[in-house]
């Protein structure tokens, strides 16, 4: 995760005393680096009657290159100094953030800082700024906190601009809602799809070093539970694979991948693609999901660039009367694993044998979301809930005995019916607390409607 990188610019008026509007900008400033945030700024800036202040901040900022523009606001203002220095930067997004008086000896002292904010916040919806409007009070801790979510949005914003998936062959099982305009969505989201063909992975296998192949069996044995006795053949040829598609991850600078899985490694290839996916998460740090999911991977990006976490996806099984049953038939990134990874060689129906992870997965406060598209309309479908362990419980078709596949049942916040009246695809991306607000304010951003 790269560093929020925040343009920060403090505001008073010329007659409020100026090094008390001096410490609260400071202070505010502080508080954005001990988040670990790296600031980008200037002195600050008043309403001065020649207007040297806000020149003199247009000219030291420009240039410089941030994620957000933080507009902190101290004391009363005129509007005209902050949109001065704010127009410039239009495209970016902001955060007009008025800080707040303090009570010394029983008296309240203020510097109107919300005559500022009052006077700007209808003046910057109207300029068309992209902006979070975020006050603070005399009688709470400073809101730092809604600042730094909606800057992390900021810089998703700016890395999804950045991003590119990889997808090997296209459309898989001839599904619906793996679909994707990539005109729109390069337009209002920022990724790029790149298209490769098995063809080229298969040509690669025969290219590889026999050793670095020997040397990361060595290493699955050493960390995975293996819970039957798995041939080394099955090994090698899931570990080639792994190899060869890295190395056109690492070539084209993918962030995120799909495969063609029941019509391609399955039904070709002769190889369910489970543990070619778990390699990719686990050792590369790449999003992984299978079928051609393009909307699901760049979920997965999403939630990995606002909350560092992996995003791991998960499948519906049954909606029950308060709850959701949850689970993969493949894989999950070891991030999610209660304890160490388990495996188990088997297959499903009439496709060919591989590895099946079938490791606990870890429970909590969880966080479910889905990006979709209708034409070039954007939604993302947001819920949150408790994840539990679930029964004892089977998919029909697995080589008996039927494994118990990674799974949780969550317990919805909102009505089941509710959810099930929204759903907007098989595959929903996972995520653990409640990051409902840092995903809206991305969504805002990105002119993407929450449901």
């Not at 996806?313 to 999610?336: A, K, N």
């Amino acid at each position: 995760m790269q560093k929020i990188r925040a343009g920060f610019i403090g505001f008073g008026e010329v007659n409020t005393p100026r090094h008390i509007i001096e410490k609260k900008y400071t202070e505010a400033k502080k508080l954005l680096e001990d988040r670990g945030m790296e600031i980008v700024t200037t002195a600050l800036v008043s309403d001065d009657p020649a207007g040297k202040d806000v020149a003199r901040a247009v000219k030291e900022l420009s240039g410089s290159d941030f994620d957000i523009l933080i507009l902190c606001i101290a004391g009363w203002i005129p509007s005209h100094a902050v949109i001065s220095v704010a127009d410039p930067y239009s495209h970016k997004p902001m955060v007009l953030w008025g800080l707040a008086g303090w009570t010394e000896k029983g008296r309240l002292v203020t510097t109107a800082d919300q005559a500022g904010t009052s006077a700007l916040r209808k003046a910057f919806q109207d300029m068309g700024y992209r902006f979070k409007y975020v006050y603070n009070s005399i009688d709470a801790p400073p809101k730092v906190n809604r600042v730094e979510k909606f800057a992390r949005a900021a810089r998703a914003a700016a890395m999804l601009r950045m991003s590119k998936l990889g997808m090997m062959g296209f459309r898989d099982m001839n599904l619906h809602t793996t679909l994707y305009d990539g005109m729109s969505l390069r337009r209002k989201i920022g990724p790029e799809v790149e298209v490769f063909e098995m063809l080229e992975i298969v040509q690669r296998l025969e290219r590889l070093d026999g050793n670095e192949i020997e040397k990361l069996i060595s290493e699955i044995k050493k960390n995975w539970v293996f819970e039957k006795h798995t041939e080394d053949e099955l090994l090698e040829k899931g570990v080639a694979y792994y190899l060869a598609i890295r190395e056109r991850v690492k070539e084209s600078g993918y962030q995120a991948i799909s495969l063609i899985d029941v019509d391609g490694m399955k039904k070709l290839a002769g190889f369910p693609p489970a543990m070619i996916f778990m390699l990719l998460s686990d050792r590369d740090a790449v999003s992984t999901i299978p079928e051609n999911d393009v909307l699901g991977g760049i979920t997965q990006l999403i939630v990995r660039y606002l909350t560092g976490q992996i995003g791991a996806y998960m499948e519906f099984y049954e909606f029950m009367q308060d709850r959701i049953l949850m689970g993969v038939p493949d894989f999950v990134p070891s991030e999610v694993v209660e304890g160490p990874v388990r495996v188990i060689p088997t297959r499903f129906g009439q496709l060919s044998g591989s590895l099946l992870n079938v490791s606990k997965v870890k429970t909590g406060r969880v966080t479910l979301a889905r990006l979709a598209s209708t034409g070039d309309r954007y939604m993302m479908h947001i819920l949150t809930g408790e994840a539990l362990q679930p029964r004892a419980w089977e998919e029909a078709g697995w080589e008996p005995p039927a494994p118990q596949l990674p799974s949780l049942e969550v317990v919805l916040d909102s009505p089941v019916e509710e959810f099930a009246q929204k759903v907007l695809s098989q595959h929903y991306i996972l995520c653990y607390g409640d990051q409902t607000e840092v995903l809206k304010d991305l969504c805002g951003l990105l002119d993407v409607e929450v449901i």
